[in-house]
Nanobody, 118 residues
Framework: QVQLVESGGELVQAGGSLRLSCAASGRTFSSIIAAWFRQAPGKDRELVARMAPFGGNVYYVDSVKGRFTISRDNAKNTVYLQMNSLRPEDTAVYYC???????????WGQGTQVTVSS
């Protein structure tokens, strides 16, 4: 079992930066895929970034490429999402997720709100 707790979301002006953190409990965290999703009001949840257990095979949705960076510190059981050059359209609830397959995620955090003002 893995439990995930996100932090770092807040109100920021367009062009600013934020770093989201996702602290995981559970001894299997280092061996599973970690990802960040987001869901904006009235929109479907979308995968933002994904990273394999030991840092490889990184994926980003096109809209964040060059602006967001996913990273993980398995020694600290933590996944990060560094978000730079934020835009109003990045406003959403951001969720940390983890799982054993890129097609399904077994563990989810409660979400953290990111609001980007114009």
């Amino acid at each position: 079992q893995v439990q995930l707790v996100e932090s770092g979301g807040e109100l920021v002006q367009a062009g600013g930066s934020l770093r989201l953190s996702c602290a995981a409990s559970g001894r299997t965290f280092s061996s599973i895929i970690a990802a960040w999703f987001r869901q904006a009001p009235g929109k479907d949840r979308e995968l933002v970034a994904r990273m394999a257990p030991f840092g490889g095979n990184v994926y980003y949705v096109d809209s964040v490429k060059g602006r967001f960076t996913i990273s993980r510190d398995n020694a600290k059981n933590t996944v990060y999402l560094q978000m730079n050059s934020l835009r109003p359209e990045d406003t959403a609830v951001y969720y940390c997720a983890a799982g054993f397959s890129i097609w399904s995620y077994d563990y989810w955090g409660q979400g953290t709100q990111v609001t980007v003002s114009s």
